[in-house]
């Protein structure tokens, strides 16, 4: 099992993974000491910085574990910028909206993707037909 250490790797991964994501339990401590939490139980929280991504973080026995709730990916050239979310990480991502930025027309095949789910961030990525930025 990969366990990652970074949080450049961890972001990076859930561009990759449906899943939970195998992280150091230093990596799980320095998100749970970060900010306070916006939901925590005895064996998890949920971080969120601002009105950034929404992460799951368990430990379960030995092992810790992120998971992306919801997130705002946008393509390498600052165009568009794609919304998606999910309320555990056991579901598919549901993109909820597309946000157009500095001055991009609409494109009537992005916004045919709106209200479909992706089991990966990547696969939004391939339907899109653009390179997101990780």
């Known amino acids: 099992m990969n366990v990652i250490n970074e949080i450049p790797e961890l972001f990076k991964m859930f561009n990759e993974t449906a899943t939970k994501v195998a ?3 230093e990596l799980y401590t320095h998100f749970l ?27 379960k026995e030995n092992f810790c574990f992120a998971a992306l709730l919801t997130g705002q990916f946008v393509d390498v050239d600052y165009s568009v910028l794609f919304n998606v979310y999910r309320s555990t990480s056991y579901e598919k991502f549901l993109l909820k909206s597309i946000n157009y930025l500095n001055d991009a027309n609409e494109d009537d095949l992005l916004n045919e ?22």
């Open 23 to 25: 992280i150091t339990s």
């Open 113 to 134: 993707l709106v209200g479909k789910h992706f089991l990966f961030i990547s696969d939004l990525e391939k339907k899109s037909g653009l390179v997101l930025r990780t």
């Open 33 to 59: 000491n970060v900010l306070p939490p916006k939901f925590m139980t005895k064996t998890s929280f949920i971080f969120q910085e601002g009105e950034g991504e929404l992460i799951e973080f368990t430990r």
